[in-house]
């Protein structure tokens, strides 16, 4: 961690993820001295390359923009590069190698043959017209395309990335490649080789990995509280099968406050919130407006200041603070899991763990939108395309082996399981073996 600090000053991402993976792995580590022999962990730090490229594009009144745009191929030890890519203004390299390492562990959980990786730009689509979003996307697979293909690397979407754009960048790459395999990219539309359920699989399979950790001590979700931060695609899919389950949704959050929904969650404040993905505008507070005496705006506050039984941070990195924990815990929730990738802050993960709160980290509780994305590309590859019935079946049996790994490998002598544990070192044994299998390369 010295070295690596030393070495990349500021990428405070990137160590943040690398220092949690090195804390939960360390004993099992020394345990191995063939992995010490083969420099294991210093080369699973580092990206195997990261392509970086200028983004030109022209908006609306005619004014030529430029982004940077990165795609970080991570690890490719268990299969070709797979993970989304992220637009967002904050995006920086640092943030994309700490969701391509987590992306490395994560993929390894799901039981597929996926490497890791991600990508990105420093483009906002807030504000923006379909227009522009779909010339944006257009210049950046100019360059993605050169460095992507079917059996080689696969990108998705991630914030920012939802179907509308995966539809844009297809486009793109298929003028530009002059290859019209559809496994080159995976959340693509159903009529064009998209997977059924891939937009639900994320938020699904957290609800599903919940449903896991709440039946091993015996609980079930239904009439559970639940508070949801962000209203994005995975936002969406998690309120859905929560409602389906018996749960009542109680928070949504947004950039701009929380919504209070006393009385839980409707079909119709669902539907909702796709539009409000839909229009860029990036506001949780159009949800109060539309919904008037049923949902209740405050402005500055987090999904974290409403009473709930289980918290489920589903937007974006370092979302849920030590602070935040301890409020959530005084006002009586006792398990949260983390949907969003690295949605909690390290203190808050210690607070949980310390204080009797379950908690279960984002690697694990999130990997069944990647695991579809893998399906996605089974189906691709086959020339075939499964009901809905059969994914959904594949990725119930794909989220409960992910919660038995994390027992198996983060079982406490007290008999409670240390979820951040489980997944990081069955996802860790499987990368490690894998390398050392390849030889030094
Ligand atoms: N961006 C998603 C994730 O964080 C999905 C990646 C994919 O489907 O390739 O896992």
């Not at 923009?65 to 590069?81: D, E, K, L």
């Not at 038995?404 to 996802?427: E, H, L, M, R, T």
């Amino acid at each position: 961690m010295a070295k690596l600090s030393a070495k990349y000053p500021g990428e405070k991402e990137y160590l943040q993820a690398v220092q949690e993976v090195l804390e939960s792995i360390e004993d099992i580590y020394n345990q191995h001295p063939e992995f010490e022999k083969a420099k294991i962990v210093e080369r699973m730090v580092e990206p195997d390359r990261i392509f970086t490229f200028r983004v030109t594009w022209v908006d609306d009144r005619g004014e030529v923009q430029t982004n940077t745009g990165y795609r970080v191929q991570f690890n490719s030890a268990i299969g070709p590069y797979k993970g989304g890519l992220r637009f967002h203004r904050a995006v920086t390299p640092s943030m994309l190698k700490f969701l391509g390492f987590e992306q490395t562990f994560k993929n390894a959980l799901t039981t597929l043959p996926m490497g890791g990786a991600k990508g990105g730009s420093d483009f906002s689509p807030n504000g923006k017209s379909d227009e522009e979003i779909m010339r944006f996307c257009q210049a950046f697979m100019q360059e993605l395309w050169q460095c992507i293909g079917p059996d080689q690397d696969i990108p998705a979407g991630d914030v920012g990335v939802g179907g509308r754009e995966i539809g844009y960048m297809y486009g793109q790459y298929k003028k530009l490649a002059r290859q019209y395999n559809t496994g080159v990219l995976t959340g693509k539309g159903s009529t064009w080789g998209g997977s059924v359920l891939r937009p639900e699989a994320t938020g699904f399979g957290a609800l599903y990995f919940t449903q896991n950790m709440l039946h091993r001590i015996g609980k079930d979700i239904k009439g559970c509280t639940i508070a949801v931060s962000g209203f994005g695609n995975v936002a969406w899919g998690a309120s859905k099968k929560a409602l389906e389950l018996g749960a009542k949704v109680v928070a949504l959050s947004g950039p701009d406050g929380v919504c209070e929904i006393p009385d839980g969650i409707t079909p119709e404040m669902i539907d909702y919130m796709l539009v409000m993905r839909a229009s860029n505008r990036d506001k949780v507070e159009d949800m109060a407006t539309r919904f008037p005496g049923k949902a209740f705006f405050t402005p500055g506050k987090k999904a974290w200041s409403v009473k709930c039984d289980i918290a489920l941070p589903c937007a974006f990195q370092n979302e849920l603070s030590e602070e935040d924990a301890k409020e959530l815990k005084a006002n009586g929730t006792w398990c949260c899991c983390e949907v969003s990738n690295m949605g909690c802050e390290p203190g808050a993960i210690h607070y949980f763990q310390n204080n009797g709160v379950m908690f279960a980290p984002g690697k694990a509780v999130n990997a069944g939108g990647v695991a579809t994305s893998g399906l996605e590309m089974t189906q691709n590859a086959s020339h075939i395309s499964w009901g809905a019935k059969e994914v959904d079946e594949r990725l119930h049996f794909i989220m409960a082996s992910i919660h038995s790994q994390c027992v198996q490998f983060g079982q406490q002598p007290d008999g409670s399981v240390d979820y951040v544990k489980g997944a990081n070192i069955a996802g860790f044994m499987k990368v490690a073996t894998a390398m050392l299998e390849q030889g030094i390369i």
